[in-house]
């Protein structure tokens, strides 16, 4: 070997020595670890959802009692998989919610529908809730509100909110006729719901009255709650209460004496009964004081005009006549 290559070589051995120094104790250093709560790599970023719900078969804000309210809702973007919660609320109360798939929609939205049916009055109100996936965030619609309407009710219509209607009349004790349509006996039972809450005397329902009962507005009050089942006849109001302590159950309306015939008032019991008719055109009489009964008529306008007894609808006296007990206490007042 000639003496310039060897210092050639002895030169290139002494440049690599700092080099191999530097990567050994680089090994020896430690390895920095992750901060506490960080990632040791870079995240993916996963979006939001944006849910919107749209509230059908509103005018001005509100939806006709026993209507079905639809609800129509999207989500942004749409991904396979995604469901909804879809909360109803009355009068800030959750009353129902529905869990929901979500249908793929138009332009790159996700779909999809649900309803309620307005069975109370009250403030009524839906969200919907997207559920996290993922690679799609959770978000909450902005809560859309509205209010019940009602229509006016005539004998002889017939349908749901009829029957919600006389469903809240029987629950305050006012009586009704049985199947989906308005009746005579329903006319009668507004008859006596409007001498109770003293408005003009008429079967007529319009709204207002309709909007009143199914808020369970304008029961009658009963004076004697401690004498167990009972009838009262309060004759101002012109009507028969059947009662079981505070808690009306058959409410007519009645006729009773007038002025130069009243009837007589007081605390008495039933004790003689005269089914049928009698020769003064007196139906199905039961008697609680002498001469004095509860009896059906063929004339009973909505003021007093009788000879002193309590006049009934010859309709409604049978059904009468078979609530009362002898020996049950009537208050005449």
């Not at 290559?5 to 050994?24: R, T």
């Not at 939806?63 to 639809?70: D, L, N, R, S």
């Not at 507005?217 to 009262?232: D, F, K, N, T, W």
């Not at 505070?246 to 009837?263: C, N």
Request: glycine content about 12%; proline content about 7%.
């Amino acid at each position: 070997m000639s003496r310039r290559l060897a210092s050639l070589l002895a030169f290139a051995a002494l440049l690599s020595v700092p080099a191999a120094a530097s990567a050994a104790d680089a090994a020896k250093k430690p390895i920095p670890l992750p901060h506490p709560g960080q990632p040791s790599h870079p995240a993916s970023v996963v979006p939001d959802a944006t849910v919107k719900v749209k509230v059908g078969h509103l005018r001005d804000g509100r939806a006709e009692i026993y209507g079905k309210v639809p609800v129509f809702g999207t989500v942004s973007p749409y991904v396979p998989g995604q469901r909804v919660e879809v909360t109803f609320y009355l009068d800030g109360k959750e009353l129902v919610s529905h869990k929901l798939a979500v249908g793929k929609g138009k332009g790159g939205t996700g779909s999809f529908r649900s309803s309620v049916i307005l069975r109370e009055d009250g403030k009524y109100a839906v969200s919907a809730t997207h559920e996290a996936t993922a690679v799609l965030g959770a978000d909450s619609s902005v809560r859309k509100s509205w209010k019940v309407s009602y229509p006016a009710l005539h004998q002889g219509q017939c349908g749901d909110v009829v029957v919600g209607f006389k469903k809240a009349m029987r629950e305050m004790g006012y009586i009704a006729n049985s199947g989906r349509c308005f009746g005579g006996k329903t006319g009668r039972g507004v008859l006596a719901y409007r001498k109770v809450n003293e408005m003009a005397r008429s079967s007529r329902a319009g709204k207002g009255l309709v909007k009143r009962v199914f808020a369970g507005r304008g029961g009658y009050q009963v004076l004697h709650p401690g004498a167990g089942e009972h009838v009262e006849a309060p004759l101002s109001k012109q009507v028969l209460v059947f009662t079981k302590g505070d808690k009306p159950f058959a409410i007519y309306p009645v006729s009773s004496g007038k002025p130069s015939t009243p009837t007589v008032t007081g605390h008495f019991t039933f004790i003689r009964t005269e089914p049928g008719y009698n020769s003064h055109g007196m139906y199905y009489s039961f008697y609680f004081y002498g001469g004095y009964a509860i009896h059906g008529y063929e004339s009973v306008p909505d003021y007093p005009a009788s000879h002193g007894c309590i006049r009934t609808f010859i309709v409604d006296q049978p059904e009468i006549y078979e609530r009362i007990h002898y020996g049950e206490s009537i208050f005449v007042f």
